[in-house]
Each structure stands twice: as C-alpha cells, then as structure tokens.
C-alpha cells in the first residue's frame, strides 16, 4: 500500500467529509420534499449531520492548506543550452544544470562539425507553479 | 416516531419547543439579541483576532526561510570555504549586519560619503568571507557575498514582521495589526524571491538582473578583453568604421563591478573625444507589463544607490556626452532569481537595438561607449 504522508491523509478526511455532507445534505432536501413536512424529523437529522460533515471538511482542508504552506516549494528546474560556434552549424543541445555552468564558456567539441561548443544560455524551465 | 436513532433522541428536545409557536419567538428574538451583540461588540476583536492569525502563519513561513537560507550559507561555506572550525556562530552574529546612511542634514559631498561607506561596507563583507571560509578560491567569493546578502535580507524581513506581529499582539492595536496584515502580501512575495535568490547564488546561476550584462558579454564575445578597473572588464573593437567600447562586470563571479569608475577612466582616456554613451540595465516592470520588454529613453540607466549614478552623470554633463538607455523590464523576483527564457531572448533583441542606435544616432568615426550594467553572475 502506498504510505500516506500526513497531508494526503488531510486532503483524504477533507474530501471524505465534503462527499458525506453532500449525501446528507441531498438526502435532507429528499426528506423534505416527499412529506411536505417543514418540521420533519428525518430532514433535520440529516441536515444537522450534512452541517457537520461540511464543517469537519472545512477544518480538515484548512489544515491541509497549511501544511501545504509550510513546505518549501520545490526548486524549479534551471536548463543550460549549448550551441556550436560554427555559424553555419545549426547544432543544439540542452541539458540540466551543473554547477560550474555559465553563458559563454566553451564545453568541448561540435559532434556535428568538430567547431567549439559553448554555452549559449541558462535559464529556469517554466513549471506549473505548485502552491 | 418510528425511525429511533440517537441523533432523534438529541433532537426530540428541540422539535418540542419549536412546536409551540410563543417559545419559537422568544427563540428567534434570543438569537437576533445574541447575534446583534456580537456584531456590536466582538466584530472588531474577531476581526483583529483573525488578522493576527493570518500573520502569524505568514510569520512561520518566513522563519521557515529565513532559517533555511541560513542553512544553505552554511553548507555552502562549508562545502567551499572548508574552514577547519564551526562558522555557524560568527555567521549568525553576521546576520544582523547593518550599514547607517550618511545624513542628509548638510547635502554637501554626500556621494563621497555614501560612495566610502560602500566601500567600507563591501572590504567588511570580503574579509568576513575570507575569514570564515579560508580556502575559498578568489573568484567565488562574491557569490558568498551575495549568499550572504539574500540571508540577511530574509532576516531582516523576519524579524521586521515579527515585530509588529507581536506589537500588535501585546498592544492589541488595530491599526498595527492592520498595518502587517496590509503589507504581508508584498513581504512575502519580497521573501520567496531572496529564498529563490538564495539558490541562484548558491549555484551560480544568471540571475535576471544580469541581463545588462548579458547584452554586453554578447557584444564583446571573440573579442580581446582588457581589464580596466578592479573587478571591471572592457573592450574596444570597430564596428562599421565606429570604435567601440564595451564596459561590463568581470564575470563569471557575482560581480557588479565598478561601472562608474570605468566609464570615467575610458572617457578620460579619450579625453572626453567620446559620441555616445550607451546603457543596458534591467529595470522594474509595472504588473501588467510583458516581462522581457525593452524600452528605450534617455539618462544613466543604473539602479542601487545612486551614488555611481551621480558620478556618470557628473562626467557625461562636463563633457556634454549624450546618455541613451535600454532597458528590459521584469519583476523583482525575475531580476533576483534564475533567468527566465523571455529575459535571455530580450538579450538577444537589445543586442540588436543597440547596433541600430550606433547605426542611426552616430557616425562613421565617433567613438561611442556601451555598457551593460548588472550583475554579472553565471556570464563570463
Ligand atoms: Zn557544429
């Protein structure tokens, strides 16, 4: 079984909770409906219930959001794209960031045409942001 | 009463009095009495009360930062500086670093003294550097200063909220609390960038702000390159029968350079017998504006104090050198943290704007000088 980390389990109660509400809920507006009985008794139970569920869900998604918020975001991913310095070579490469990377410094030879390689730009990939 | 659950034995209770249509009344009036006080009494302590709550999970967030950033300068230094003893105390103390600004009582020769204060403030940064992290190589100290700086930044902001976080907890001041909540959403957004500038210096990535840069290493690439000034480089080559000279910071280190400096000595050198000069600079977009947008006007386009400002100023007007300006708009998080794809593609096309200015604003045997002001970080 997959481990659930504390937040998942969160986001679970939150989104077992809203589901339970939205029956009792439904289940209330049925009541009402099919003995025409403002005061009835089965319809107040289950609203009070469906109340209580959405309140429950609330608090628990609120939670989530928090510790969600406490976590530090994940780095984006930085790319470093090397060219050829032969004009007419239209050689290109991209790759992962190293340390030691920076624009305009020559890594190796051309397997195209054997010019000098060179990094032409390094910028972060433009991920959805995840907050 | 067929259907017998616990919940209808809570409810039978209820059910009974809202039978009787003189205790419903009272019931309804009771609550519209209790709801009336609430609103009356407690709407501003509720209000106050959920502020402080807002403030104060934006306040873990922020320790939470500013004590992962510290983390990350000590495993930095540690990984490069390979002192044979513990920084983590002396860059603690550090961290509450601070610079006073000259006054401003007597305007008299202020830039001189702001100018010396700087100097002081970075020959303090460099031997703290080097004292902590002894086998640092020379060229990577300016990323641990500006390792260093993205820290102090994020302590400075932490302890700032916490400040008023707790005034206003102590006080129960509304317009404290009101105050903080108002100015969070900027703060934190302030915070993620120095956390994300954290990781940028760290690893020597460009950052957005080295776009001037950037333009300037483009122009100068397979040319001779000499360095003028400290920590400064330059370049003279023809270009369609005009010389130019490209002025950047000397890469690929976190270096500003001394920009000012240099622009001076190249003017001197000519004897002020110079067209034009031409500056690229990353400024500040306005929300709404296309980050990676190049503007174009007149006047020294170089940010922080102003003290290198005034002094390029100074030179242009007594040698009456017209000043052009680029430049290529982004956010404070852009301009701090790892360039973004449109920021390396507005390198490109002020590379291009520049040779058109120098095509249609100069002629043919004017000397004209172009400078990428930035830093410089991740670009030789
Ligand atoms: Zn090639």
Redesign the interface.
């Known amino acids: 079984m997959v481990k659930l980390s504390k937040n998942n389990v969160l986001l679970l109660l939150s989104i077992l909770f809203s589901i339970l509400s939205i029956i009792f809920l439904f289940m209330a507006v049925i009541n009402v409906q099919s003995t025409y009985d403002l ?1 009835n ?2 319809s ?2 289950f609203l ?2 469906g109340v209580l569920c959405m309140i429950l869900s609330m608090f628990f998604s609120y939670r989530h959001r ?1 510790l969600l ?2 976590k ?2 994940k ?2 991913q ?1 790319v470093t794209r090397i060219r050829c310095d032969n004009d007419n070579c239209n050689y290109k490469e991209e790759r992962f ?1 190293q ?7 020559e890594v190796g030879k051309c397997p195209k045409c054997n010019g000098n390689l060179y990094i032409d ?4 990939l ?1 991920l959805k942001a995840k907050k | ?1 067929s ?1 017998k ?1 616990l ?2 034995l809570v ?1 039978t209770n ?2 009974n009095i ?2 009787d249509s003189t205790s419903l009344y009272l019931l309804q009036l009771t609550f519209f009495l209790i709801y009336a006080f609430i609103l009356a009494f407690f709407n501003q302590r509720l209000q106050t009360y959920l502020w402080l709550r807002e403030a104060e ?1 934006s306040l ?2 922020l320790q ?2 500013a004590s ?1 950033s510290k983390e990350i300068v000590i495993k930095k230094i540690n990984e490069v500086g390979k002192p044979n003893f513990d920084p983590s105390p002396s860059i603690e103390s550090f961290l509450d670093f601070f610079v006073i600004e000259p006054t401003s009582l007597d305007p008299y020769g202020i830039v001189n003294k702001f100018r010396h204060i700087l100097d002081v403030r970075s020959e303090r940064f460099e031997s703290f550097i080097k004292q902590i992290a002894p086998n640092v190589p020379q060229n990577y100290i300016p990323n641990l200063e500006g390792l260093m700086e993205t820290a102090i930044g994020l302590n400075e902001l932490y302890r700032l909220v916490r400040h008023y976080f707790i005034l206003g907890k102590k006080t129960k001041n509304m317009l404290f609390i009101m105050q903080l909540q108002m100015n969070l959403p900027l703060i934190m957004r302030y915070a ?1 960038a120095y956390f ?1 500038a954290t ?1 940028a210096f760290s ?4 950052i957005g702000d080295g776009v001037g840069a ?1 333009v300037a ?1 483009k122009l100068m ?1 397979g040319k001779q390159v000499k360095r003028i000034t400290n920590k400064t480089i330059f370049s003279e080559f023809e270009y369609k029968d005009r010389k130019l000279i490209v002025i950047k910071a000397e ?2 280190g976190a270096e500003i350079g001394e920009i000012d400096d240099a622009i001076e000595r190249i003017i001197n050198m000519y004897g002020g017998r110079v067209s034009r000069i031409i500056m690229i600079d990353a400024a500040l977009k306005l929300e709404g504006e296309k980050t990676g947008q190049i503007a174009e006007g007149v006047g020294v386009a170089i940010g922080g104090t102003g003290v290198e400002k005034f002094k390029i100023e100074e030179i242009a007007t007594k040698y009456k050198i017209p000043l052009d300006a680029l430049i290529i708009k982004m956010s404070l998080e852009e301009a701090i ?5 449109d ?2 593609e507005a390198a490109d096309d002020a590379v291009k704007r520049v040779l058109n200015i120098i095509d249609t604003r100069t002629s043919q045997g004017d000397i004209v000088v172009i400078v990428g002001v930035g830093n410089t970080m ?3």
């Open positions: 005061v008794l089965y107040i139970d009070a219930a928090r918020s406490l530090i975001l780095q984006s930085t960031f340390e030691g990377d920076y624009i305009f410094r730009a390094i910028y972060d433009e | 009463m259907h659950t919940m209808n409810f209820v059910h809202f039978n999970s873990k967030r939470i930062l992962k993620e994300s990781h690893s020597g990535k460009p950037l290493s690439r890469g690929p943290t790892t360039m973004k794809k920021v390396i991740g670009i030789l």
